[in-house]
């Protein structure tokens, strides 16, 4: 998946306005304009797509974790330049304080069974050897459990 997709699916899993989106990055401490955000959102295709590299994910994911936790009072947090689907999961479990079981049954929702070693697997460093990759098919059924979770059909 890319950076651009998950942005696009997290948009419209929490019906974040254009206006939201630059209020999330500038809780990270980064300005950006409507016409940038627009241009990540935009498909491949368009001439106007913008791929949107690491650090900017890592900037709105710390921004979407402040909104969902509160900003800490010592520091912002600093954004990765390299971010893979392992942190993005590890960001998305913090800002929406998800504990293992949430994570189970937001995979539950999408009719895929994932043990809670698979999780602790998935959130441990890369360098221990009980890591394993959180691959694009696990993130894609994340994200789209979530937006299960969070954005009814109703909606």
Same mark, same amino acid.
């Given at each position: 998946?890319?950076?651009?997709?998950?942005?696009?699916? +997290?948009?419209?899993? *929490?019906? *974040?306005?254009?206006?939201?989106?630059?209020?999330?990055?500038?809780? $990270?401490?980064?300005?950006?304009?409507? $016409? @940038?955000?627009?241009?990540?959102? @935009?498909? !491949?295709?368009?001439a106007?797509?913008?791929?949107? +590299?690491?650090?900017? +994910?890592?900037?709105?994911?710390?921004g !979407?974790?402040?909104?969902?936790?509160?900003? @800490?009072?010592?520091?912002?947090?600093?954004?990765?330049?390299?971010?893979?689907?392992?942190?993005?999961?590890?960001?998305?479990?913090?800002?929406?304080?998800?504990?293992?079981?949430?994570?189970?049954?937001? *995979?539950?929702?999408?009719?895929?069974?994932i043990?809670?070693?698979?999780?602790? $697997? !998935?959130?441990?460093?890369?360098?221990?050897?009980?890591?394993?990759?959180?691959?694009?098919?696990?993130?894609?059924? !994340? +994200?789209?459990?979530?937006?299960? @979770?969070?954005?009814?059909?109703?909606?």
């Amino acid at each position: 998946m890319t950076n651009n997709d998950i942005l696009r699916q +997290l948009r419209y899993t *929490f019906d *974040f306005s254009d206006d939201k989106m630059i209020e999330i990055f500038a809780m $990270a401490d980064i300005i950006t304009t409507r $016409a @940038k955000v627009s241009n990540w959102l @935009k498909k !491949f295709e368009d001439a106007d797509y913008l791929e949107m +590299l690491d650090v900017e +994910l890592a900037i709105f994911l710390n921004g !979407f974790i402040i909104l969902k936790r509160g900003k @800490k009072e010592d520091s912002s947090p600093i954004p990765e330049n390299f971010l893979n689907n392992n942190a993005i999961l590890k960001k998305l479990k913090i800002a929406l304080n998800l504990r293992s079981d949430d994570i189970i049954e937001v *995979f539950r929702l999408v009719n895929k069974v994932i043990g809670e070693h698979e999780i602790t $697997a !998935f959130l441990r460093n890369h360098k221990q050897t009980q890591y394993r990759a959180f691959n694009d098919q696990y993130l894609r059924n !994340f +994200l789209h459990g979530l937006q299960l @979770k969070y954005r009814p059909k109703n909606n």
